[in-house]
């Protein structure tokens, strides 16, 4: 997937990548008062929000959940989870694009790229996923040890975004509608995937659908650590990290194919 020399590469250019990462963090909030405060401020606002909203108002419980903030949980970890996927999608169909004037003045290994573009995600997603944890453990919802089983999820989900991300980053820079589509598609996908709404609502044959959709088992795998203290389905899981490997795979060799020609495209 990813040969010794692209390793070598990396690491002689750690500096570049963990540079790159501490300046695209500095310069969203350069010209803000509040500075890096804003990166506890947003999601803590949006971590209360989803708290008054749905346990308070709403009421709403779900089967199984005995805690008043369960549905806030619920959520919470859904949309939390689908943000550091969607966020590693987003960034990684325009990487080139964006970096077009870079990638023709610098030499520099452009896997670099992608590993930038996971990094900041990673940073932002550890930022407001630290304070989703310390309002469970706040209100008494952490759920133990088991919480540790969440960490290959983790993994899996990020192999999957970075495979998606780098095959729609190649294939942007030489059809811009991918980018278009690429969009649309996450919305349909976010919708499709039970973040908003249990599966338990489901219709039976729409619910047997979802063995389709890969993103389903690793947010189900999120609530169920995190709703209910239950360990994740690794059963429905494994099937998925085949697919993020293979993608992955796929990703690099495209990349690799058509690094040279991309320049010219760029």
């Not at 870079?102 to 930022?127: E, H, M, T, W, Y």
Request: hydrophobic share 60%.
């Amino acid at each position: 997937m990813i040969s010794p020399l692209m390793l070598r590469g990396l690491w002689a250019y750690r500096g570049f990548v963990l540079g790159s990462v501490k300046r695209e963090f500095q310069s969203k909030y350069a010209n803000a008062v509040l500075g890096a405060v804003w990166s506890v401020l947003s999601p803590l606002a949006m971590i209360l929000v989803y708290t008054v909203i749905f346990s308070e108002v709403m009421r709403t419980k779900l089967p199984g959940a005995d805690s008043g903030f369960a549905y806030s949980i619920y959520l919470c970890a859904g949309i939390l989870t689908w943000g550091l996927f969607a966020e590693i999608i987003a960034r990684g169909q325009s990487m080139f694009i964006e970096q077009a004037n870079l990638i023709k003045k610098i030499s520099f290994p452009r896997i670099c790229l992608p590993l930038i573009v996971v990094l900041n995600a990673l940073v932002n997603f550890g930022i407001i996923f630290g304070l989703f944890l310390v309002f469970l453990i706040a209100t008494g919802n952490f759920p133990g040890w088991i919480f540790f089983t969440l960490l290959p999820v983790l993994v899996v989900q990020v192999l999957l975004a970075i495979g998606l991300a780098m095959i729609a980053g190649v294939l942007n820079v030489f059809f811009r509608d991918v980018g278009q589509f690429v969009t649309i598609a996450m919305q349909f996908w976010f919708w499709l995937t039970p973040i908003v709404y249990p599966i338990s609502i489901l219709p039976a044959q729409v619910r047997s659908m979802l063995v389709w959709n890969p993103m389903a088992p690793l947010i189900g795998a999120y609530q169920s650590v995190l709703v209910h203290g239950t360990a994740p389905d690794w059963a429905a899981i494994w099937p998925v990290a085949v697919l993020a490997l293979l993608l992955c795979v796929f990703g690099m060799r495209l990349f690799r194919k058509r690094a040279g020609e991309m320049v010219d495209e760029l």
